[in-house]
């Protein structure tokens, strides 16, 4: 503990997932496993779309982004939970608290950002299929990927920056595995009115926006797959975008399954279980959803792995 009234607390406590010793070991397993799964599984997309010509098209790489953020994501806060259960710590400096914040908060405004650009070219190939070529150019792709990054860099250098302001007292124990913004506000001493303003103002466009966005692309998106005759044709339109609803389904149904739902389980039980699906579950499962799925990733995965694309010179 430091000293009462101390501005300038030099490090937090993480307590972690469990304060059982004797889960640690599991917990360590479970999580370097998951972790091991999501660096691989998402480097397997970012490779295969890479190194497939046929898949640089606006959907795939949109795609790669998201494999990208999700590897970045689970990177700011699963190494260090790991390392701290090794070494058994529990201290994370400030500085990284902070680090970890900006990019955790970052990554999952990306994450939505890139849904919703993803919604727009699924839509713009389902409804207006004669002017995908015009309209999704890649000077567009490439628009649509700044912007997302720029806007999700915006968005947490805001939360970081006025948290910043924030003194912390007498307390530095966040009961959690890593640095998360809703408890940093609980934990400081100062008056965080206007942090939780500027949360919810910020918060609720960067969700909203996307989310209508996505919700507008599968309303045109259903209609026109209703207008298909043959239930083939219906099948094949709707298999181009199976794997996004997937996962659009699987990162708002856990806000919604884990946020909204009055629960019977204790509010730090829940946040953590919140966080654990945020920023482990989703960025693992994301690349087997698109992978097992999708026909076209399938055969480039194949292609990637007899070798062919990393040999081409060979007979
Ligand atoms: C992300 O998108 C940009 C612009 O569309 C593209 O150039 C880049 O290769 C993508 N990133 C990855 C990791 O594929």
Redesign the pocket.
């Known amino acids: 503990m430091h000293r009462r009234n101390q501005s300038t607390i030099s490090e937090f406590l993480l307590l972690g997932l469990s304060n059982q010793p004797e889960q640690q070991n599991l917990i360590f397993a479970l999580f370097l496993g998951m972790y091991l799964v999501t660096v691989v599984g998402n480097g397997l997309i ?1 490779l295969t ?2 190194l497939d010509s046929y898949l640089h098209t606006p959907m795939y ?2 795609l ?2 998201l ?2 953020a999700d590897i970045s994501s689970i990177s700011t806060s699963v190494p260090k939970m790991l390392m701290n259960i090794q070494t058994k710590s529990q201290s994370i400096s400030y500085e990284s608290c902070i680090t970890q914040m900006y990019f955790s908060i970052m990554f999952v405004a990306i994450d939505n950002f890139l849904l919703g650009a993803m919604a727009y070219d699924r839509f713009v190939a389902i409804c207006h299929p004669l002017n995908y070529m015009t309209i999704m150019q ?1 000077r567009l ?2 628009l ?3 912007i997302s990054w720029v806007l999700s860099n915006i968005v947490s250098l805001t939360h970081t920056l006025l948290l910043l302001q924030l003194l912390f007292c007498d307390s530095n124990t966040l009961p959690h595995f890593f640095c998360d913004l809703a408890l940093l506000l609980e934990l400081s001493c100062s008056d965080t009115m206007i942090n939780e303003l500027v949360l919810f103002l910020v918060g609720l466009p960067v969700i909203t926006f996307p989310f209508a966005v996505i919700l507008f692309s599968y309303i045109c998106i259903v209609r026109a797959v209703m207008r298909i005759s043959s239930t083939e044709g219906k099948w094949k339109a709707f298999s181009t975008c199976g794997s996004h609803l997937t996962v659009v389904l699987l990162f708002y149904g856990t806000i919604v399954g884990v946020y909204f739902f009055p629960s019977s389980t204790h509010r730090d039980d829940r946040d953590k279980i919140g966080a654990v699906l945020f920023t482990v579950v989703t960025p693992m499962v994301n690349p087997f959803i698109y992978s097992l799925r999708n026909k076209d990733m399938k055969g480039a995965l194949r292609k990637l792995i007899s070798r062919k694309s990393f040999l081409p010179l060979m007979p």
């Open positions: 970012i779309i890479g790489i949109f790669a982004n494999s990208f890649p792709c490439i649509l990927t700044v």
